[in-house]
């Protein structure tokens, strides 16, 4: 099993920035890709953004392509993603996943992540 923990979420004013962190523990031993997702009120849970194993291949949703980027420190069992310029419609619960041990691709698909955080509240004010 993978327990992940996020952590950075808040407030902050449209034209700011935040960065959200994952920690993994448990079995994190082997390799495996992250993502981002985030789920907004009323509204289904969306990707937001995903990393390989390796950090080679990145890929973001259109709606925040350009503005967020993701990184992760394997030492730290840590992902990260750097959210700038926000606006008031990434206003969310942001959730980390964990793909199964092994999967070291970096996916969009919801359904390909065996493991999911708490999530962390971004709220952005206009």
């Known amino acids: 099993q993978v327990q992940l923990v996020e952590s950075g979420g808040g407030l902050v004013q449209a034209g700011g920035s935040l960065r959200l962190s994952c920690a993994a523990s448990?079995?994190?031993?082997?390799?495996?890709?992250m993502g981002w997702f985030r789920q907004a009120p009323g509204k289904e849970r969306e990707f937001v953004s995903t990393?390989?194993?390796?950090?080679?291949?990145?890929y973001f949703a259109d709606s925040v392509k350009g503005r967020f980027t993701i990184s992760r420190d394997n030492a730290k069992n840590t992902v990260y993603l750097q959210m700038n310029s926000l606006k008031p419609e990434d206003t969310a619960v942001y959730y980390c996943?964990?793909?199964?041990?092994?999967?070291?691709?970096?996916?969009?698909?919801?359904?390909?992540?065996?493991?999911w955080g708490q999530g962390t509240q971004v709220t952005v004010s206009s």
């Open positions: 996943a964990a793909r199964r041990s092994g999967a070291v691709s970096a996916s969009y698909e919801e359904g390909k992540y065996d493991y």
């Open positions: 990393i390989s194993w390796t950090g080679g291949s990145t």
């Open positions: 448990g079995r994190t031993s082997n390799n495996y890709a």
